[in-house]
Protein backbone atom coordinates (compact mmCIF):
# COMPACT_ATOMS: atom_id res chain seq x y z
CA UNK A 1 0.00 0.00 0.00
CA UNK A 2 0.77 3.53 -0.70
CA UNK A 3 2.08 5.88 2.06
CA UNK A 4 -0.06 8.55 1.80
CA UNK A 5 1.64 12.66 2.74
CA UNK A 6 -0.93 15.06 4.73
CA UNK A 7 -0.34 18.67 3.49
CA UNK A 8 0.93 19.40 6.96
CA UNK A 9 3.75 16.58 6.55
CA UNK A 10 4.89 17.75 3.22
CA UNK A 11 5.49 20.71 4.69
CA UNK A 12 7.49 19.64 7.17
CA UNK A 13 9.29 17.59 4.33
CA UNK A 14 10.06 20.28 2.14
CA UNK A 15 11.63 22.41 5.25
CA UNK A 16 14.21 19.96 5.76
CA UNK A 17 14.99 19.48 2.40
CA UNK A 18 15.59 23.02 1.86
CA UNK A 19 19.01 24.43 1.12
CA UNK A 20 20.13 27.16 4.18
CA UNK A 21 19.89 30.51 3.84
CA UNK A 22 22.86 32.78 2.11
CA UNK A 23 25.33 34.19 4.21
CA UNK A 24 24.04 37.75 3.57
CA UNK A 25 20.19 37.06 4.15
CA UNK A 26 21.19 35.14 7.72
CA UNK A 27 23.17 38.14 8.45
CA UNK A 28 20.16 40.52 7.42
CA UNK A 29 18.14 39.34 10.40
CA UNK A 30 17.19 42.70 12.67
CA UNK A 31 19.43 42.23 16.11
CA UNK A 32 17.66 42.43 19.40
CA UNK A 33 16.91 44.99 20.65
CA UNK A 34 16.87 46.38 17.08
CA UNK A 35 13.91 47.19 15.31
CA UNK A 36 14.57 47.45 11.76
CA UNK A 37 12.07 49.14 9.28
CA UNK A 38 12.26 48.09 5.33
CA UNK A 39 12.56 51.18 4.05
CA UNK A 40 12.19 53.03 7.30
CA UNK A 41 13.93 53.71 10.22
CA UNK A 42 16.50 51.81 12.28
CA UNK A 43 16.19 52.04 16.46
CA UNK A 44 17.98 50.04 19.06
CA UNK A 45 16.46 51.10 22.24
CA UNK A 46 17.91 50.78 25.49
CA UNK A 47 19.07 49.51 27.86
CA UNK A 48 19.99 45.93 27.21
CA UNK A 49 21.90 44.66 29.99
CA UNK A 50 25.27 43.02 28.67
CA UNK A 51 25.00 44.00 25.21
CA UNK A 52 28.67 44.87 24.42
CA UNK A 53 28.57 44.31 20.36
CA UNK A 54 25.92 45.43 17.72
CA UNK A 55 26.13 44.26 14.27
CA UNK A 56 23.80 45.64 11.83
CA UNK A 57 24.64 44.18 8.10
CA UNK A 58 22.41 43.87 4.96
CA UNK A 59 19.63 45.86 7.02
CA UNK A 60 16.58 47.33 4.51
CA UNK A 61 16.53 50.49 6.29
CA UNK A 62 17.10 54.34 4.93
CA UNK A 63 17.54 56.39 7.98
CA UNK A 64 19.53 55.96 11.47
CA UNK A 65 17.13 58.59 13.14
CA UNK A 66 18.62 61.16 16.02
CA UNK A 67 18.97 59.04 19.21
CA UNK A 68 18.78 56.15 17.63
CA UNK A 69 21.25 54.20 20.34
CA UNK A 70 20.10 55.49 23.45
CA UNK A 71 20.60 53.93 26.47
CA UNK A 72 22.82 51.51 25.26
CA UNK A 73 25.49 52.47 27.94
CA UNK A 74 27.63 49.10 27.87
CA UNK A 75 28.04 48.61 24.16
CA UNK A 76 31.43 48.67 23.11
CA UNK A 77 31.42 47.96 19.42
CA UNK A 78 28.74 49.40 16.76
CA UNK A 79 29.18 47.91 13.51
CA UNK A 80 27.25 49.26 10.31
CA UNK A 81 28.28 47.27 7.02
CA UNK A 82 26.99 46.51 3.73
CA UNK A 83 23.58 48.18 4.00
CA UNK A 84 23.38 50.07 0.82
CA UNK A 85 19.99 51.10 1.43
CA UNK A 86 20.72 53.35 4.64
CA UNK A 87 20.65 57.05 3.03
CA UNK A 88 20.86 59.04 5.66
CA UNK A 89 22.24 59.33 9.80
CA UNK A 90 20.32 61.88 11.57
CA UNK A 91 22.59 64.59 13.94
CA UNK A 92 22.51 62.54 17.25
CA UNK A 93 21.86 59.50 16.37
CA UNK A 94 24.67 58.46 17.99
CA UNK A 95 24.84 60.39 21.84
CA UNK A 96 25.66 59.42 24.68
CA UNK A 97 27.92 55.79 24.48
CA UNK A 98 30.55 56.51 27.00
CA UNK A 99 31.82 52.79 26.71
CA UNK A 100 32.04 53.00 22.81
CA UNK A 101 35.50 51.91 21.66
CA UNK A 102 34.67 50.94 17.70
CA UNK A 103 32.60 52.43 15.69
CA UNK A 104 32.14 51.33 11.32
CA UNK A 105 30.09 52.62 8.91
CA UNK A 106 31.30 51.06 5.83
CA UNK A 107 29.08 50.26 2.59
CA UNK A 108 26.47 52.69 2.84
CA UNK A 109 24.20 54.86 0.75
CA UNK A 110 24.60 57.94 3.20
CA UNK A 111 25.25 61.27 1.59
CA UNK A 112 26.41 63.34 4.18
CA UNK A 113 29.31 62.67 6.59
CA UNK A 114 27.99 61.24 9.85
CA UNK A 115 27.49 62.95 13.20
CA UNK A 116 29.78 61.83 15.83
CA UNK A 117 30.39 64.88 17.90
CA UNK A 118 27.64 63.72 20.25
CA UNK A 119 29.05 60.22 21.46
CA UNK A 120 30.93 61.57 24.40
CA UNK A 121 33.23 58.41 25.27
CA UNK A 122 35.47 57.79 28.03
CA UNK A 123 37.36 55.40 26.23
CA UNK A 124 41.20 55.77 25.14
CA UNK A 125 42.20 54.37 22.12
CA UNK A 126 39.21 55.01 20.25
CA UNK A 127 38.83 53.71 16.25
CA UNK A 128 36.49 55.20 14.20
CA UNK A 129 35.96 53.39 10.81
CA UNK A 130 34.34 55.24 7.82
CA UNK A 131 35.09 53.17 4.29
CA UNK A 132 33.56 52.56 1.08
CA UNK A 133 30.58 55.57 1.57
CA UNK A 134 30.96 56.62 -2.07
CA UNK A 135 28.49 58.85 -1.80
CA UNK A 136 30.12 61.15 1.33
CA UNK A 137 31.95 64.27 -0.52
CA UNK A 138 33.40 66.48 2.02
CA UNK A 139 34.88 65.62 5.69
CA UNK A 140 33.37 68.99 7.72
CA UNK A 141 35.04 71.10 9.95
CA UNK A 142 35.32 70.18 13.39
CA UNK A 143 33.86 66.81 12.84
CA UNK A 144 35.30 64.62 15.09
CA UNK A 145 34.83 67.10 18.11
CA UNK A 146 32.93 66.03 21.22
CA UNK A 147 33.50 61.85 20.34
CA UNK A 148 36.38 61.38 22.39
CA UNK A 149 38.69 63.16 24.70
CA UNK A 150 41.31 60.52 24.64
CA UNK A 151 43.60 59.30 22.00
CA UNK A 152 41.99 58.47 18.82
CA UNK A 153 42.50 56.07 15.77
CA UNK A 154 40.62 57.53 12.37
CA UNK A 155 40.42 54.95 9.32
CA UNK A 156 38.59 56.79 6.83
CA UNK A 157 39.60 54.97 3.38
CA UNK A 158 37.96 54.13 0.46
CA UNK A 159 35.49 57.26 0.48
CA UNK A 160 33.72 59.70 -1.94
CA UNK A 161 36.11 62.44 -0.16
CA UNK A 162 36.85 65.08 -2.73
CA UNK A 163 37.24 67.97 0.34
CA UNK A 164 38.70 68.05 4.29
CA UNK A 165 37.64 71.52 5.13
CA UNK A 166 39.56 73.87 7.73
CA UNK A 167 39.29 72.20 11.51
CA UNK A 168 38.15 69.26 10.29
CA UNK A 169 39.81 67.49 12.70
CA UNK A 170 40.10 69.91 15.59
CA UNK A 171 39.52 69.04 19.07
CA UNK A 172 41.48 65.42 18.33
CA UNK A 173 44.14 63.23 19.51
CA UNK A 174 45.30 61.69 16.70
CA UNK A 175 47.17 58.55 17.29
CA UNK A 176 46.97 57.55 13.44
CA UNK A 177 45.00 58.93 10.23
CA UNK A 178 44.33 57.13 7.28
CA UNK A 179 43.13 58.51 4.39
CA UNK A 180 44.15 56.05 1.66
CA UNK A 181 42.02 54.99 -1.58
CA UNK A 182 40.30 57.86 -1.53
CA UNK A 183 40.37 58.88 -5.24
CA UNK A 184 38.87 62.02 -5.35
CA UNK A 185 40.10 63.57 -2.97
CA UNK A 186 41.56 66.99 -4.51
CA UNK A 187 41.47 69.88 -1.76
CA UNK A 188 43.09 69.36 2.05
CA UNK A 189 42.61 72.31 3.30
CA UNK A 190 45.64 74.29 4.89
CA UNK A 191 43.87 74.79 8.83
CA UNK A 192 42.09 70.97 8.34
CA UNK A 193 44.69 69.73 11.23
CA UNK A 194 44.04 73.33 13.32
CA UNK A 195 43.26 72.38 17.17
CA UNK A 196 44.63 68.79 16.63
CA UNK A 197 47.35 67.14 18.10
CA UNK A 198 49.16 64.83 15.80
CA UNK A 199 49.53 62.67 13.10
CA UNK A 200 53.38 63.27 13.00
CA UNK A 201 52.84 61.85 9.62
CA UNK A 202 50.28 62.02 6.65
CA UNK A 203 51.89 59.30 3.88
CA UNK A 204 51.34 60.73 0.77
CA UNK A 205 50.23 57.77 -0.63
CA UNK A 206 47.24 57.84 1.52
CA UNK A 207 45.41 60.13 -1.02
CA UNK A 208 45.58 58.24 -3.89
Known amino acids: MKQRFSALQLLKLLLLLQPPLPRALREALCPEPC ?7 LRCPGPTAGLTRLSLAYLPVKVIPSQAFRGLNEVIKILIQNTKNLRYIEPGAFIN ?20 TKVFSSESNFILEICDNLHITTIPGNAFQGMNNESVTLKLYGNGFEEVQSHAFNGTTLTSLELKENVHLEKMHNGAFRGATGPKTLPCRAMA
Request: charged residues 20%; proline residues 11%.
Open 97 to 116: LPRLKYLSICNTGIRKFPDV
Open 35 to 41: NCVPDGA
